[in-house]
């Protein structure tokens, strides 16, 4: 329970763990376009309720070894396409350097490529 009140019947639901419907989410969003401060209020309510202050992280190095990939996602300016002039190849040296940092800070976590 909160003691945080909004004027959003839907967000104070929200704050309360009550379902809420896909329409209600829509509402949501549409009443944020013109006013997002109780959008705002609402997700650092919830997230000091149910995380608290922490902000955590893992370390890890990303080797880009090449930037082709698969997937196409629509917001993406990292990936090439073949034959393209922005497709980049990380050299052997690039790779060790790269290494020798991520032991330096000791990075444990070896995301998956794509
Ligand atoms: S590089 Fe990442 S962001 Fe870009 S298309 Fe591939 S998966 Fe998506």
Do not use: H, W
């Amino acid at each position: 329970m909160t003691n945080l009140i909004l004027e959003s019947e839907i967000l104070n639901n929200v704050l309360e763990n009550k379902s809420i419907t896909r329409q209600e989410i829509i509402d949501i969003y549409q009443n944020s376009i013109k006013n997002s401060n109780d959008l705002f209020l609402t997700a650092q309510n919830l997230r000091i309720k149910n995380k608290n202050n922490s902000v955590t992280f893992s370390k890890k190095a990303f080797f880009n070894i090449v930037n082709l990939c698969k997937d196409t996602c629509s917001y993406c300016t990292y990936k090439a396409e073949p034959g393209e002039e922005k497709i980049s190849l990380m050299s052997k040296q690039q790779i060790k350097e790269l290494l020798q940092l991520a032991k330096k800070y000791k990075c444990k976590k070896i995301p998956r490529s794509t």
